[in-house]
């Protein structure tokens, strides 16, 4: 695997087209899956910190975001997770751990429940619990991501960014502007998943990251915590929206701490 922990980059074959895939480390399989309307980039500043504790973290650019070429029909978490599922088929990996952050949550669900046997450890960043209860009355996000131009977009998550980082606020942009109109739809993808479907395959060890500032999904880590009894959780204090890119020493070790503990590293 490349030295210094910079990502490999590939595009890996699947039944739709490809899937852009970002590799780095050896050891255990960490799958991140991101939020709309971002791509791996989104773990880059995580990746390494992974890698250097042991794990092979592979990120996936959903299907119509970054370099992944979009789906022929209408999307949804389940396709989405069923080409992630394809993508890590054809990759050779059997098991692994799966990160998602807000809509790479939804999809880490979904993928977990298809297959739950291929999943050993499940991490819910900031992810909402799409039940009957959220779809009857969904946050409103009408100004996130709203926006067809570079500027209207970069207003539109400028609050969100740590004031000191405006590379992370480029970075979003770019990603949105290459999503187009999925910048925004994918939103709506991950309001109408019934995720109640799903919670009961959801038997391997669990950790919920809740970031107290985020508006949209800390709510919903009280919920979550009803609905997995099991699950583990997790605050990451002052962390917004764009947590994995925003606040990437915290989130790693959120997610290394419990990932460690699942995998017996270091004890």
């Known amino acids: 695997m490349t030295?210094?922990?910079?990502?490999?980059?590939?595009?890996?074959?699947?039944?739709?087209?490809?899937?852009?895939v970002a590799r780095v480390g050896d050891g255990p399989a960490v799958?991140?899956?991101?939020?709309?309307?971002?791509s791996w980039d989104e773990y880059r500043d995580v990746m390494p910190l992974l890698a250097a504790r042991g794990y092979e973290a592979i990120a996936l650019d959903t299907p119509g975001f970054g370099d992944s070429a979009p789906l022929p029909d209408e999307p949804s978490i389940h396709a989405w997770a069923r080409a992630a599922h394809e993508a890590l088929d054809a990759l050779g990996i059997e098991k692994c751990a799966v990160v998602g952050h807000h809509t790479g949550g939804s999809i880490a669900v979904e993928l977990a429940a298809q297959r739950p046997e291929r999943v050993d450890a499940l991490v819910l960043s900031s992810t909402a619990l799409t039940d009957a209860e959220y779809r009857a009355t969904p946050p409103d996000e009408s100004s996130v991501d709203a926006g067809e131009h570079a500027e209207a977009l970069r207003e539109s998550r400028a609050g969100f960014y740590p004031q000191d980082r405006p590379d992370l606020l480029d970075r979003y942009v770019d990603d949105a502007v290459r999503a187009g109109s999925l910048a925004r739809a994918g939103h709506h993808v991950v309001g109408s998943y019934e995720m109640e479907h799903a919670l009961d395959k959801l038997t391997m060890p669990v950790l919920l990251i809740g970031a107290t500032a985020d508006p949209y999904a800390h709510p919903q880590l009280e919920r979550w915590q009803r609905a997995l009894a099991h699950a583990e959780a997790a605050e990451i204090e002052g962390g917004m929206v764009p947590l994995p890119d925003g606040w990437p020493e915290e989130f790693a070790a959120a997610v290394l701490a419990f990932l460690d503990r699942v995998h017996r590293i270091g004890l």
Request: avoid cysteine; charged fraction near 15%; hydrophobic fraction near 40%.
């Open 3 to 20: 030295k210094g922990w910079i990502p490999d980059l590939q595009h890996i074959d699947v039944a739709h087209g490809h899937i852009n």
């Open 31 to 38: 799958v991140l899956l991101h939020q709309t309307p971002r």
